[in-house]
């Protein structure tokens, strides 16, 4: 019965860690302008998390002051306080591509949502993974209908 309590204990656990999502910090960030790089920084941390359940190219984001400048503030959201967050969803990959040093490039066009209980805005953006063993080296994003301003990141796993 020990044996049988043992094994039962060892799938829960195994399962649970299966399902936890993963977080990773900006480590850096640059913001490209005019066809111009330049280092930029945000108050707090700019964080991205992924769920292995969610479908390829998911991801969850937090950071205000970021995701505010991301949309340019147009949600005109009631609770200022749904820009802290934002998921990106329904991604449909469009390129995907493999690096000399074997990092895993895979660009989606997806849904940007910022939601809470009564405000509600999305917008359409495009958001590059670079990824390798599984975690996540880089992101790059820009909205759909901007080709002239992108941000980029660089992350490390949150330990």
Do not use: C
């Amino acid at each position: 019965m020990k044996k049988f309590y043992t094994l039962l204990l060892s799938i829960f656990l195994v399962s649970v860690s299966y399902g936890q999502s993963k977080t990773f910090i900006v480590d850096k960030a640059w913001v490209n302008e005019a066809e111009e790089w330049a280092d930029f920084a945000y108050a707090g941390k700019i964080v991205f998390s992924v769920n292995p359940n969610d479908e390829p190219g998911s991801l969850r984001i937090g950071n205000y002051d970021f995701l505010y400048d991301f949309v340019e503030g147009r949600g005109k959201l009631s609770n200022k306080a749904v820009y802290s967050t934002a998921a990106f969803s329904h991604p449909k990959k469009i390129t995907e591509a493999t690096d000399k040093q074997g990092i895993l490039n895979s660009t989606y066009e997806g849904t940007l949502i910022f939601q809470s209980d009564k405000d509600y805005y999305s917008v359409v953006a495009v958001v590059t993974i670079m990824e390798k063993d599984d975690n996540i080296l880089g992101v790059q994003m820009r909205l759909k209908e901007n080709k002239r301003r992108e941000f980029a990141f660089s992350t490390k796993p949150n330990s």
